[in-house]
């Protein structure tokens, strides 16, 4: 450790870490825009400039290195002119249609503004003009409102590893942008909504359902049905205050029977019907010799990665189709025939963390004859802003259960929110359906945490199951790549787009850092360790719905409507 001197204030930093990263450890709070914790700093927004003794310039602490006996002021008059002076040129060519952008409120443009007290526009000039891309079904890209941050460009490229987007042009006439400036629906983004997580303004937002859902639930001749994926619950509450990590399912059902849903159910329920379709796959795979590793299909973002990427592993990927789209389908089937409602009069919502549902949810492959399983997806932040339109108040409302038969879940299903989630469930029912007993241990310590790659083995039976999960889509190239090398053999993957699984999605609230997604996780393994029914084939309901209507994992009703097939994409390419 090193000493520095900071505001007339004496702190320790650590020797080689850069001035902002100290400054931060020890409570001072300087701005910046283009900074991304754990990542190469760039230096590019200028905002986070300090005065250091013995420099001419202004130096940017985010990529500037400590020394010992190093004197810096923080807010000197120079630097906060500095700093007032750059986010003035920003809003020179930014649209001042703030009231109307779905970040007011919520921007870290606007929040500079208010924190430097600018309050008139000092320079004008032309405005650079560009066309909105709404091309892409999940995204879409502004970038008038871009500030040229180069956040996105960088965790497409570093975290992703997919480079849909990028910086071109040149000068003044700069902007980010796909290959040859065309829309995102046929460049090689997989939807997952990354970039909008880390975009400080509204240049990057997802596509709205919010009136297509109002609408129908105002339309007397639509039977509006709701479902809400397994780590909404935890992250929901954040919107309206609620510290991070708050299970909010029970009041959330009662948000939603007060917006005008006929049914509300939960999508873990559908996880349980996942994890019995894939488990009953992978020991099939593994006792006749199939197609290994087998790839998980759960995430939309992933499986288009794969058709994108990595073709030659479509035969690896599971033909499940996601836990959406599998409750989905037996909504507009079996509850329709139970209930003696036209599927077509079926209006069916899922309330998801990721933005790439709205693009799996319009997938071809999730057509059955010729209607959609899922007709609109709402992310925890559109959901969020349909109960403020109401006038709702969470805090208020007494928590209800779900519907049946779709409420009742196993904390398999619900677990399914947080990576390694999926291979854990999977893994307690493989382990029944080859031994008909149930494990000694249901909690899989080894696939739990935020590391974006975790390999272990389990022992079934005297089979051995190798297993790596996976986080992010860098990770998944690298463990890819080294399946393809041939240096382990792998039976099972499971990967999640987003790093750290759904509760760190692109639908969730903004700017989380990884102390709430370390916090939205331990709220899923705690309902895990406190419910008795923690398997999927211990779930009752699940069991029902097999002996009435589908008959059996992979049977020949459950492979018509739970499982998919998927296939080379040319959109990248």
Sequence with gaps: MIQIEANNRTIDAKEGETILSALKRAGISVPTLCHMEGMTPTGACRICVVEVEGQNSLIPSCAYPVSAGMKIRTHSERALRARKTVVELLLA????????????????????????????????????????????????????KCILCGKCVRVCEEVQGVSAIDFIGRGCRTQIGTAFNQGLNVSSCVNCGQCIMVCPTGALREQSSVKDVIDALQDPDKYVVVQHAPSVSVTLGEEFGIRPGVDVAGIMTAALRRLGFERVFDTAFGADLTVMEEASELVDRIKNQGTLPMLTSCSPGWVKFVEQFYPEFLANLSTCKSPQQMLAAVIKSYFAEREGLNPEKIFSVSIMPCVAKKFEAERPEMLREGLPDIDAVLTTRELARIIKMRGLDPKSLEPEPPDTPFGMRSTAGKIFGASGGVAEAAIRTAHYLLTGTEAQELKVQAARGLEGIKEFSVSVNGV????????????ARRVLDAVKQGRKQLHFIEVMTCPGGCIAGGGQPYQADLTQIRSRMRA??????????????????????????????LGEKSHHLLHTHYHKRSDAL
Excluded: M, W
């Excluded at 051995?464 to 990770?475: C, D, F, K, M, Q």
């Design 93 to 144: 060519n930014h649209p001042d249609d703030c009231l109307y952008c779905i970040r007011n409120g919520n921007c870290q443009l606007q929040s500079l503004a208010e924190e430097f007290g600018i309050r008139q526009r000092r320079y004008v000039g032309n405005k650079n003009q560009f066309n909105l891309d709404v091309s892409s079904p999940s995204i879409v890209r502004d970038p008038e």
């Design 464 to 475: 051995e199951i190798n297993v790596a999960v996976v986080s992010g889509l860098s990770n």
């Design 524 to 553: 899923l393994h705690k309902i895990d360790s406190v419910e008795h029914n923690r398997t999927a084939h211990g779930n009752e309901y699940i069991a029902r719905l097999y002996k009435e209507f589908l008959g059996v994992p």
